[in-house]
C-alpha cells in the first residue's frame, strides 16, 4: 500500500488512548478500520502523508446489542459479523441492512467495518444508505468527550464528515421502530465489485389500520456528494394506505428531490429513471416482510 | 524503520522483520517465499491473494502484516499436508478447473472458507461466496463443478 | 458422427493437465515469482497529459535517492523506431514503425517519460516522484473521426490526417450488387475498448552476464517475437538475446502478443548494471497498456426478398491511439474474417481505416478484429431476418459457404471439412429455437428471448496470412525409463497447448498422455514456433508435434527391428512395445528399445557381459521444423437466453449453447474449458466491460477492479453447453481442426439478438448497458 511515510501502526487499548494518539499526531494519523478503503483513497490521492496508523480493533468494539430501544453496534463490527446476526433476518425492520449486505465480496465483507463504511463517507457506498434509512447516529469519541451525530448531519460532502479533527467513530445507534415496521435496500449494479450506479433504502411503519405511520427514503449511488433523503416520497405515502397504485404514485415523486450526476458509467437521466423503479421495488418488499 | 513480529502461518510461528506498511501478502510472497498466494491487482477485487485468516477468506493486499499478528493465517501452501491434497485441490483437478491457474490458490482458499462455514452450499452460494475472485479462463464453470465435488466429499 | 475411434491411446481423452497439481499446490513456475541474487526494480514514470512535448527532464534529484541505480530518459535509449507487434518480423510490409522505447513526444495518458532502477520496489517509486519533467502540454484528440477532419491535432508527421493505414478492398461491382437488391439496410454499430484482463500482470526479469549476452524471463506469448523484437529495438544481433519460456503464465489471450515496454526498459537497465532487473506493471498500468482496439463500422447491405446477398459495403474506422502497434493489422483481420469473408457475396466492398488518436494504444485479444466486426454483421443479419420475416438460421444457411468450396481465404486450399450447417442445426434444436417466440412479446416487465449468432469462417493457424509467421517445431526424445520428452517453443497460456500437443505425441507414440512431459524450453534450445496466438496451437504445433514424434518414432522402429532382428518395415508399434508383424512374441517395450539405445558398447544380460551394435546406438529423438499443410476453417454458432428487466434495463444470461466444428477434439474437458471460459470474455465485451477515460484530460477512470467490471461468478449464466461436431480434417493432427477465438467472437451479437428478441429493442452500442437498453426502449 501506498504510505511511504508510514512509521507505525498502533494498536490502542481504550478510546483514550486512540483520542490521544490522534492529538499526537495530527494530520499524520489515520484511524484502521478493516483497511479495505486505504487502497481507494490512496489512488485518490487522500493519503498523502500518513505517518501512523491507528487500528482500533482491540478496542472491543465489535458489539451489537439491543437494548433500551436502542440497537448499538460497534465500530468495529465486520460486515460479515454484521450480517450474521440473527435479528437481521429475524427483525423486518432491520431488512434494509440485510439486503445492503448482500452485494458485496466476502473478502470485503470479511474485512470492512461499520465504521470504516460511514467514515469513508462516500455515497457510492452501501451500508452507510442502509444506516441512514433506519435513522441511524454515530457516536464519536473525541478530546471533549462522547457526542452523537444523526447520520442525516454526518455526511458533508465525498470523503467529508462532521468528525472533529481528534474524534473517531465508537458505535452506531439504531432506534428501535414501532413493531409494524420493515425496511428494504435495492442497488442497481450487478457487478459484485462495482459500486452503485443508484441505490435505495427504503422503511416503513404501518399503523394499525395498515395506513402509512412513517417512511423513510435514502438514495445513494449517483446522487451527488451524500446520500439524498427522498421526501417528497415520504410525504406521498404518509398518512395513506400503501397499495399498489400509492407506490406508483409516491416513486413518481423522486424526481423532485434528485439531482444525480452523470459519469463514465450512467447518466443522470438514467439514475432518475431506475431510481422511481427501485423505490417501488423496495417498498413493495419491505411491505412484503410485513405481511 | 523495520520492525520484527510474529506471524503465524500455516501453523508454524514465523518472526520475520516488516516495514509497518509493508501488506501481508507482501510478506508472505516476498519475505516467507509462499508464492502460492499471488498478486493479480494489489487493490483489492481480483481475489489472487487470498488467504484465511482465523478462518476467513480476506485480501491479503489489503490487510497489514502488522494487523495480522496474533491471527491464524492459512495459504495454499497449508491445505494440503505431506502430499496429500485438500479435496478441494483434488477435485479442481479432476473438474478440469485449472487453466493458466494464476486465479486459482485464491479460488480454493475462499472455497475452503465457504465450505467450513457451510460444508453442502447450494450453486448459487458458492458462486456468491467466489464473487470476489476474478477468472479470466474458465468461466467459473468448472470451478463451481470443483467446489460442488469437494462438497459432496465431505 | 466420427466420435472418437475406439483404437486411440491419448486422442479424445479428457486427460487432466500435468500442471494442474503443482497450480493447485502454488504455482512456482509464474514469471511473477522469480528472483535473482542482486536483482534490481525497475519503474516507469508515465504522462500526465494526453499530448505533450518534453522539454526538459531532470532526474538529478531522482538520482541521489540512495538506492537508485540507473535512470533512463528518452536520450538515453535507441532511436530506432519499432512496432512492438510479435507475431510479424519488424520489417513486415503491414507493420509501422512508430515506436520509440522512450520519446520527447508524448502522445497518450500513461505514456511512458522516463524509468529509473533501484534497489527495491518502494524506493523506485519514491524516486519517481523526485523526476522534474516539463511538459509542453499540446492539444489533444480523442474521437477517431474527429482526429481524421481537417485542423485535427495532428500525432505524426508522417501520418497525414492521422490516418496510420487505410486499406480498401473490392469484389465483384458494389453498384450493380445494390442496383440487384430488393431492400437494402444501413446501420451503423461501435464497440468499446476493453481489457484482456489476464491474472498475472506483465511481468519481466533481464539479466547481462559478463560479456554483454541478455537472457529475459518474461510472461510473453511469443518467446522468438520477443527476441527479435528487442534485438531490432536494442540494435543488438539477435543471438545476444536469449527469451526463456516460462514454466506458466496467468493468461495472455493476446494482450502479451507485443513486446511492451518493460522488456527493452529492463533489458537496458540491465546491459547498464550488469545486473538482474525487473518490472512488474500495476494492475492501473495494466488498464493503459493493452486493448482490443475499439471500431466503428458503417454497413450497407443489400439483399433479395429470399434473403440472398447481393451486395455488402462497410466502412470501418478503428481507434488505434497514440501508436499503431496491433492496430495496422487488426483493421486488416477485422476486414476480412470479420466482414468480408464469412459469407458469400459477389459484390462486396470494405473501406478500413485504422486512425491515430490520443488514446491509450490498441493490442491482440481473442478473437483479433472480428468480436467487433462480428457484432455489426450478425446485429445486422438479425435486424434484416426480421424486416423480411425469414428465420435467422435459414438465412445464414443460405448465404454460408459449402464443404468442399475453395476457400474463400486461400484459394489454393478447398474447405475440406466444413460443418456450418450441423453447427446451426444442432445448436438450434438444443435451444429450442423452433419455440422461439416473437420479438417482444412476452408479458410481464421481465422478458426472456433467444439470439444467435455465428463465426461462419476462422483460421486453424495463420497459413495465407502474407506477413505473419506461420511455422512450428518440436523436439520428442525418448527417454530410458519409456517416457518421452517434449519440446517445444509455444507457452501454455492455460488454453491447455501443454495437454493437448502431450496428447499428440503420446498417441503418435502410442503411449498414455502422462507419459509424455512438456519440458522447459528458450530460444537457444528448442526450434523457432509462431506464437501462441489466433488459433492455431492445436492445428500448427500439434502438426510439428506429431511429426517429430514421428520421427522419433521413426527411429525407435530402426533400433528395435535390428535388436529383434527384424527389418524395420516388419515392426511396429501398438501400445508401448514394438513388435514383429505377425509374431507378437518378438517384442520390446520403448524403455528397452531406448536403454540398449543410449548404454555403452557393453551390456550386462543374465548370460553375461555382450556386446552391442554402433547401428543402435544414440539418443532417439525425432526433431521437426515446418509449416503446417493448410489453414482449414472451423465455424462456430452460438446460442443464448437472455431475461431483460425492462424497468431497469439490466440482461441476465441464463443460458448458451454452442456449436462448434472444431474438427477431431483432442482433449473434451480442455474445450468445453475454452468455450466456457470464452463466453465470460464475450458475455463482459457485450454487457459491463469499458476501459474509460476522462476526455478532459485522458486519464482512465477504470483502472482498477472495481470500476473495470470483468463478469464474476454470480453473473454469469448456469448453463453453459458445447457441442463439439467432429469433423475429421485431414490435415489436421489426428483430425483435429482450432476453437480459441471464435467462443469470444459470437457472445456481443448473440446477447444483442436474443435481447432484441426478448424486448423488440436494438442496441448497435456495446457494451449493451442497462441505460442503453432502456434507451433503446424508449424510456429515457
Ligand atoms: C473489492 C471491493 C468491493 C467493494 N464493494 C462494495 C459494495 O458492493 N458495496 C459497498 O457499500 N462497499 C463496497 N466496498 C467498499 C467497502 O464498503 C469499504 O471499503 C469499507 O466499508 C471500508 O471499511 P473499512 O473498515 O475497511 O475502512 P478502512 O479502509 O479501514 O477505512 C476507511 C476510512 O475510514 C476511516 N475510518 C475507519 N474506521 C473509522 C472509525 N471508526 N472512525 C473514524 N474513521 C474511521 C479511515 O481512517 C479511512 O479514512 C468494496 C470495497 C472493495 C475493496
Ligand atoms: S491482489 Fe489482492 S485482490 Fe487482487
Ligand atoms: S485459470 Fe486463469 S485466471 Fe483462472
Known amino acids: ?291 | 524503520m523495520k520492525k520484527i513480529l510474529n506471524l503465524q502461518v500455516n501453523g508454524e510461528t514465523h518472526e520475520i522483520a516488516v516495514n509497518p506498511a509493508d501488506t501481508l501478502l507482501h510478506v508472505l510472497r516476498e519475505g516467507l517465499g509462499l508464492i502460492g498466494t499471488k498478486r493479480g491487482c494489489d487493490s483489492g477485487g481480483c481475489g489472487c491473494c487470498t488467504v484465511l485468516v482465523d478462518g476467513k477468506a480476506v485480501y491479503s493486499c489489503m490487510l497489514l502484516a502488522l494487523s495480522a499478528v496474533g491471527k491464524s493465517i492459512v495459504t495454499i501452501e497449508g491445505l494440503s499436508t505431506d502430499g496429500k491434497l485438500d479435496p478441494l485441490q483434488e477435485a479442481f483437478i479432476k473438474a478440469g478447473a485449472v487453466q493458466c491457474g494464476f486465479c486459482v490458490c485464491g479460488m480454493i482458499i475462499s472455497s475452503k472458507g465457504l465450505l467450513m462455514e457451510n460444508p453442502h452450499p447450494k450453486e448459487a452460494e458458492i458462486r456468491q461466496a467466489l464473487s470476489g475472485n476474478l477468472c479470466r479462463c474458465t468461466g467459473y464453470h468448472k470451478i463451481v463443478e470443483a467446489v460442488r465435488i469437494a462438497s459432496a466429499h465431505s | 458422427m466420427a466420435r472418437k475411434n475406439s483404437a486411440t491411446t491419448a486422442i479424445g481423452k479428457s486427460a487432466p493437465r500435468p500442471d494442474a497439481y503443482e497450480k493447485v499446490t502454488g504455482g512456482k513456475g509464474f514469471t511473477i515469482n522469480l528472483k535473482l541474487p542482486g536483482m534490481l526494480h525497475a519503474r516507469i514514470l508515465r504522462s500526465p497529459y494526453p499530448h505533450a512535448r518534453i522539454r526538459r527532464i531532470d532526474t538529478s534529484r531522482a538520482e541521489k535517492l540512495p538506492g537508485v541505480k540507473a535512470v533512463l530518459t528518452p536520450k538515453d535509449v535507441p532511436q530506432t523506431k519499432f512496432s512492438p507487434v510479435l507475431f510479424e518480423p519488424t520489417l513486415a510490409a503491414t507493420m509501422v514503425q512508430d515506436m520509440l522505447i522512450l520519446s520527447d513526444r508524448i502522445r497518450y495518458a500513461g505514456e511512458p517519460v522516463a524509468a529509473l532502477a533501484a534497489t527495491s520496489v518502494e524506493i523506485a517509486e519514491e524516486a519517481l516522484g523526485l523526476i522534474d519533467v516539463d511538459y509542453e502540454v499540446l492539444p489533444a484528440v480523442f474521437d477517431p473521426e474527429e482526429a481524421l477532419k481537417p485542423g485535427a491535432p495532428q500525432l505524426y508527421e508522417t501520418a497525414p490526417n492521422n490516418v496510420a493505414v487505410g486499406p480498401v478492398f473490392s469484389f465483384g461491382d458494389i453498384e450493380k450488387g445494390f442496383a440487384e437488391a430488393d431492400y437494402i439496410f444501413e446501420g451503423t454499430y461501435e464497440t468499446q475498448r476493453v481489457h484482456t484482463c489476464y491474472m498475472e500482470p506483465r511481468v519481466c526479469v533481464a539479466d547481462t552476464d559478463s560479456r554483454g549476452r541478455l537472457t529475459i524471463w518474461s510472461s510473453t506469448q511469443h518467446i522468438f517475437g520477443l527476441r527479435e523484437k528487442l534485438a531490432f529495438a536494442l540494435g543488438l544481433p539477435e543471438s545476444q538475446v536469449r527469451v526463456m519460456k516460462p514454466p506458466y503464465i496467468g493468461g495472455g489471450f493476446g494482450g502479451k502478443l507485443d513486446m511492451g515496454l518493460h522488456e527493452p526498459i529492463c533489458a537496458l537497465f540491465s546491459m547498464k548494471t550488469r545486473r538482474p532487473v525487473r518490472l512488474e506493471q500495476t494492475r492501473y498500468e495494466e488498464f493503459i497498456s493493452t486493448t482490443r482496439n475499439p471500431i466503428k463500422m458503417y454497413l450497407k447491405t443489400g439483399v433479395k426478398k429470399d434473403g440472398t446477398f447481393t451486395a455488402r459495403y462497410a466502412k470501418s474506422i478503428l481507434d488505434t491511439g497514440a501508436h499503431a502497434t496491433h492496430g495496422a493489422i487488426v483493421v486488416m483481420v477485422h476486414g476480412f474474417f470479420g466482414f468480408l469473408l464469412p459469407y458469400r457475396c459477389e459484390n462486396k466492398k470494405w473501406e478500413g481505416c485504422s486512425v491515430y488518436t490520443n488514446n491509450m494504444v490498441g493490442g491482440g485479444y481473442r478473437g483479433y478484429g472480428c468480436p467487433q466486426g462480428a457484432f455489426a454483421v450478425e446485429s445486422q443479419i438479425d435486424e434484416i431476418c426480421e424486416k423480411l420475416k425469414l428465420d435467422p438460421v435459414e438465412f445464414r444457411l443460405k448465404n454460408a459457404h459449402k464443404e468442399g468450396d475453395p476457400h474463400p481465404f486461400n484459394p489454393g486450399f478447398t474447405l475440406s471439412t466444413y460443418r456450418f450447417e450441423d453447427c446451426l442445426v444442432q445448436g438450434a434444436e438444443r435451444i429450442g429455437w423452433s419455440e422461439r417466440k416473437a420479438a417482444g412479446s412476452g408479458r410481464g416487465s421481465k422478458k426472456k428471448g433467444i439470439g444467435l449468432a455465428t463465426q461462419p469462417l476462422w483460421v486453424s493457424g495463420c497459413m495465407g496470412f502474407p506477413d505473419i509467421y506461420e511455422h512450428s517445431g518440436a523436439i520428442v526424445k525418448l527417454n530410458v525409463d519409456g517416457t518421452a520428452d517434449l519440446a517445444v517453443a509455444t507457452v501454455d497460456l492455460g488454453s491447455g497447448q501443454i495437454i493437448t500437443l502431450s496428447q499428440i505425441a503420446a498417441e503418435e507414440l502410442t503411449l498414455s498422455p502422462d507419459k509424455v512431459r512438456v519440458t522447459a524450453a528458450d530460444t537457444d534450445t528448442v526450434p523457432f514456433d509462431a506464437p501462441a496466438h489466433a488459433s492455431r496451437v492445436t492445428y500448427s504445433t500439434g502438426n510439428a508435434v506429431k511429426a517429430a514424434a514421428a520421427s522419433a518414432k521413426k527411429r525407435l522402429l530402426e533400433v528395435a527391428a535390428s535388436l529383434l532382428e527384424a527389418s524395420p518395415e516388419d515392426v511396429e508399434l501398438v501400445e508401448g512395445t514394438v513388435r514383429v508383424k505377425g509374431a507378437p512374441k518378438k517384442s520390446m517395450n520403448i524403455a528397452d528399445v531406448v536403454k540398449r539405445a543410449e548404454s555403452p558398447f557393453l551390456v550386462m544380460t543374465a548370460q553375461g557381459p555382450q556386446p552391442t551394435s554402433v547401428q543402435e546406438k544414440g539418443t532417439i529423438i525425432g526433431v521437426s521444423s515446418m509449416a503446417p499443410p493448410s489453414n482449414p476453417s472451423p465455424a462456430t454458432a452460438e446460442f443464448v437466453e437472455v431475461e431483460v428487466d425492462t424497468e431497469t434495463g439490466e440482461v441476465d444470461v441464463l443460458r448458451v449453447v454452442y456449436a462448434h466444428d472444431i474438427g477431431r477434439v483432442i482433449n473434451p474437458q480442455g474445450a468445453e474449458g475454452q468455450v466456457e471460459g470464452g463466453f465470460q470474455q464475450g458475455m463482459g465485451f457485450a454487457l459491463s466491460e469499458k476501459i474509460s477515460f476522462d476526455q478532459s484530460n485522458g486519464a482512465c477512470l477504470s483502472g482498477d477492479f472495481l470500476n473495470y467490471k470483468m463478469p464474476t461468478a454470480p453473473e454469469m449464466p448456469t448453463q453453459i453447453e458445447s457441442i463439439f461436431i467432429e469433423s475429421n480434417e485431414p490435415t489436421g493432427p489426428f483430425g483435429a481442426k482450432s476453437l480459441a477465438e471464435p467462443c469470444v467472437i459470437v457472445p456481443a451479437p448473440a446477447i444483442a439478438n436474443a435481447i432484441y428478441n426478448a424486448t423488440g429493442a436494438r442496441v448497435r452500442q456495446l457494451p449493451i448497458t442497462p441505460e442503453r437498453v432502456l434507451a433503446a426502449l424508449g424510456k429515457l
Not at chain 1, 98 to 110: F, M, T
Not at chain 1, 133 to 150: C, D, M, Y
Not at chain 1, 210 to 216: M, S, W
Not at chain 1, 250 to 265: G, Q, Y
Open chain 1, 1 to 291: 500500500m501506498a504510505f511511504s511515510k508510514l512509521k507505525e501502526v498502533y494498536t490502542p487499548q481504550s478510546s483514550e488512548e486512540v483520542v490521544k494518539l490522534l492529538k499526537q499526531h495530527g494530520h499524520g494519523a489515520l484511524i484502521l478500520g478493516g483497511g479495505t478503503f486505504l487502497h481507494g483513497l490512496s489512488a485518490r490521492g487522500l493519503l498523502p502523508d500518513v505517518e501512523a496508523l491507528i487500528d482500533i480493533q482491540k478496542l472491543g468494539l465489535d458489539y451489537f446489542t439491543p437494548s433500551n430501544g436502542v440497537v448499538k453496534t460497534g465500530a468495529s463490527v465486520t460486515f460479515t459479523a454484521l450480517e450474521k446476526q440473527p435479528e437481521l433476518t429475524k427483525a423486518p425492520w432491520l431488512g434494509v441492512l440485510k439486503d445492503a449486505l448482500e452485494y458485496i465480496p466476502v473478502q470485503v465483507k470479511n474485512m470492512a467495518t461499520v465504521g470504516g463504511s460511514l467514515a469513508s463517507s462516500l455515497p457510492l457506498f452501501d451500508l452507510p444508505v442502509a444506516f441512514m434509512t433506519l435513522k441511524g447516529s454515530v457516536v464519536a469519541a473525541g478530546p471533549k468527550g462522547n457526542r452523537k451525530i444523526s447520520l442525516d448531519e454526518f455526511f458533508k460532502g465525498q470523503f467529508e464528515n462532521a468528525l472533529q479533527r481528534g474524534e473517531f467513530i465508537t458505535e452506531v445507534l439504531l432506534p428501535v421502530p414501532p413493531r409494524r415496521t420493515a425496511s428494504a435496500f435495492l442497488k442497481n449494479e450487478k457487478h459484485a465489485n462495482a459500486l452503485a450506479i443508484l441505490n435505495v433504502g427504503v422503511s416503513i411503519t404501518l399503523d394499525k389500520a395498515g395506513k402509512c405511520e412513517e417512511a423513510r427514503v435514502v438514495f445513494g449511488g449517483g446522487v451527488g456528494d451524500v446520500p439524498v433523503r427522498g421526501r417528497s416520497c415520504e410525504n406521498a405515502l404518509e398518512g395513506k394506505r400503501p397499495n399498489k397504485e400509492l407506490l406508483k404514485l409516491a416513486s413518481e415523486t423522486v424526481e423532485a428531490d434528485l439531482n444525480p450526476i452523470s459519469d463514465h458509467r450512467a447518466s443522470a437521466k438514467y439514475r432518475k429513471a431506475i431510481a422511481k423503479v427501485l423505490v417501488e421495488r423496495a417498498f413493495e418488499t419491505a411491505l412484503q416482510k410485513l405481511n
